[in-house]
């Protein structure tokens, strides 16, 4: 089973940036889809971005697309979150997650396990 744990978040004023990272633990890190989600306080989690197991097929949440680039290292077990421009509305709690079930690029909670335990993102305007 993967384990996750997330790091990279803080406090960016509006405009700047961050890298969030997600270090796996587990053998087969290179054979699933990962993706990140946020949840801000008294929202329900929502999806950010997906790749497909092989870093080639991505996917993005229309309110981060253009500003936010997901990648990611097999050989080094590693998920990546690039955030450029953001806006207090970025605001939130990040994890990543790993995809499970046939699609390439999952795209909903339903199709994500083994959650990380969050890191914190705060933009202030």
């Known amino acids: 089973q993967v384990q996750l744990v997330e790091s990279g978040g803080g406090l960016v004023q509006a405009g700047g940036s961050l890298r969030l990272s997600c270090a796996a633990s587990?053998?087969?890190?290179?054979?699933?889809?990962m993706g990140w989600f946020r949840q801000a306080p008294g929202k329900e989690r929502e999806f950010v971005a997906a790749?497909?197991?092989?870093?080639?097929?991505?996917y993005y949440a229309d309110s981060v697309k253009g500003r936010f680039t997901i990648s990611r290292d097999n050989a080094k077990k590693m998920l990546y979150l690039q955030m450029n421009s953001l806006k207090p509305e970025d605001t939130a709690v990040y994890y990543c997650?790993?995809?499970?079930?046939?699609?390439?690029?999952?795209?909903?909670?339903?199709?994500?396990?083994?959650w990380g335990q969050g890191t914190q993102v705060t933009v202030s305007s």
């Open positions: 997650a790993v995809g499970v079930g046939p699609a390439r690029v999952p795209k909903t909670p339903a199709d994500f396990g083994s």
């Open positions: 790749v497909s197991w092989d870093g080639a097929s991505t």
């Open positions: 587990g053998p087969i890190f290179s054979a699933y889809a």
